[in-house]
């Protein structure tokens, strides 16, 4: 920006800031007449604007200044801090310009913007309100200080008369102590309203209760223990088990109870009162008390009183005895006989042998019958050939798996279809007694009860017969039907 000088006098201007412009002579130069004309001298010869452009007038000059410059001749720093820029600050004047140094709270470059100081959110628990250079908070109820970070401790005043007081924001909770209630624990809780005890009377008492318990009860919040009168028992040989107002004892093996009676001694009778009379008449009766005494797992039990050495002598131990055995007889209570009349194995191998004194007796299987399990079941052999099954070696040897795993399938399958027949009630068992080959044939047998009457023509036309109705039943194991 130039600023205008026209020497020799001065100009008010206005531009964006007042700016002087001067308007003079020349000094030192003269100005004549020329015989028969004027001639204007150019005063801007001499370059007099040191920091501007000259403009030559009529015996003057006129300097446009640059920007920061003002004077006659440019010859001056302009102080922009002149016009107060700096509503709240400090101004600083610089060449062609200035700085502002902003007093607290202020901004901008001109320090003309008030800082939001709320814009932190300083209050945490509280509303903002902006200041100059500071803020104010107003804290939610509950929360203090002036950024409203503190919880108000609600329990400083001790508010819980009977009970921990636990803090809370804008409020507390009382923990109450057994026995008070109601939000600060001022109220006392009448337990006895709820009969705590059982088998007793109660009383209130601040706090809490006590039980005044009845005769062999203990405990007393709840008079419900049976009072221990086990503690003077003399269970001498066992232990003692506690019952209501009584107690018992539990005898170590080969102990019992000593149980005497006795007289009583110290009776004596009253002379001078009849018994079982009149009044008239002076006789009487005296009759003294006797009693039991019993002296708990004291004596020791006799285990030969019960005569257990049946050919022998016993003699008695603590919880056991011990026979010693005649001659020809053994065991525990010598009641065996050394001579083991199952030893020839009398009942074969449909019976089991039991040895008896000079004698023994056979329980037989079932389907056998006889002193010696001699007589059997009635048995009808029958045969029939499998298709969809291969002979192996293994089918010939009856102790292979092979063997009894189809040996048990055959059987089971004969013996279902079998019971569902008219002679199923009669049968006991199916035993396969081979396999050959041609496919697989299959011999087998069928026992019958004692006394069934049965042929075996009925059998093998019952079995024929459920199998064409029952076609399943065969197709499983492929028994060619029309063959048996």
């Known amino acids: 920006m130039l600023r205008s000088c026209l020497f020799g006098r001065s100009v008010s201007r206005s531009v964006g800031r007042s700016v002087g412009r001067s308007v003079g002579r020349s000094v030192g130069r003269s100005v004549g007449r020329s015989v028969g004309r004027s001639v204007d001298i150019d005063e801007c010869t001499s370059s007099p604007c040191m920091h501007g452009t000259c403009a030559d007038g009529v015996g003057q000059f006129t300097c446009d200044c640059e920007a920061g410059w003002s004077g006659l001749t440019c010859n001056a720093d302009f102080d922009e801090c002149e016009s107060s820029p700096c509503p709240h600050g400090t101004c600083t004047d610089l060449f062609n310009g200035y700085t502002c140094q902003c007093d607290p709270g202020w901004d901008g470059t001109e320090c003309d913007i008030d800082v939001y100081e709320c814009a932190s959110n300083p209050c945490q628990h509280g509303t903002c309100h902006d200041l100059v250079n500071g803020y104010s908070c107003t804290c939610e109820p509950g929360w203090t200080n002036d950024t409203c970070h503190q919880d108000i401790n609600e329990c400083e005043s001790n508010p819980c008369q009977h009970g921990t007081c636990i803090d809370e924001v804008n409020g507390f909770t009382c923990d109450c102590d057994r026995g008070w209630t109601d939000p600060t624990c001022d109220k006392d809780i009448d337990e006895c309203e709820f009969d705590p005890c059982i088998n007793g009377n109660c009383t209130n008492s601040d706090g809490g209760y006590f039980c005044v318990c009845e005769e062999g009860w203990t405990n007393n919040r709840t008079c419900n223990e049976s009072v221990d009168d086990c503690g003077s028992s003399r269970c001498n040989h066992g232990a003692c088990i506690d019952l209501h107002k009584n107690y018992t004892c539990m005898c170590d093996p080969g102990w019992t109870d000593l149980i005497i009676h006795y007289e009583d001694i110290d009776c004596e009778c009253n002379t001078t009162v009849s018994v079982n009379s009149t009044a008239v008449e002076n006789n009487y009766t005296c009759t003294c008390d006797g009693g039991w005494n019993r002296t708990y797992c004291s004596l020791e039990i006799d285990e030969c ?180």
């Open 305 to 484: 009183s019960s005569n257990p050495c049946q050919h022998g002598s016993c003699t008695d131990a603590l919880a056991r005895y011990v026979c010693s055995c005649e001659a020809g007889w053994e065991g525990v209570n010598c009641d065996k006989e050394i001579f083991n009349d199952c030893a020839s194995y009398p009942c074969g191998l449909h019976g089991t042998c039991t040895d008896g004194l000079g004698t023994y007796t056979c329980t037989c299987e079932k389907g056998w019958t006889g002193i010696n399990c001699e007589k059997g079941p009635p048995t009808y052999s029958f045969q029939l050939t499998m298709d969809n099954r291969e002979f192996t070696d293994q089918l010939s040897d009856p102790t292979s798996e092979t063997f009894t795993s189809l040996a048990s399938e055959v059987s089971r399958t004969i013996w279902v279809c079998l019971n569902q027949t008219s002679v199923g009630s009669d049968v006991i068992n199916v035993v396969i007694s081979s396999f050959r080959p041609g496919s697989v044939i299959v011999d087998y047998d069928v026992h019958f009860r004692q006394n069934a009457s049965v042929v075996g023509a009925e059998v093998q036309e019952a079995f024929v017969s459920f199998l064409r109705n029952n076609t399943g039943f065969g197709d499983a194991l492929g028994i060619q039907v029309e063959s048996m």
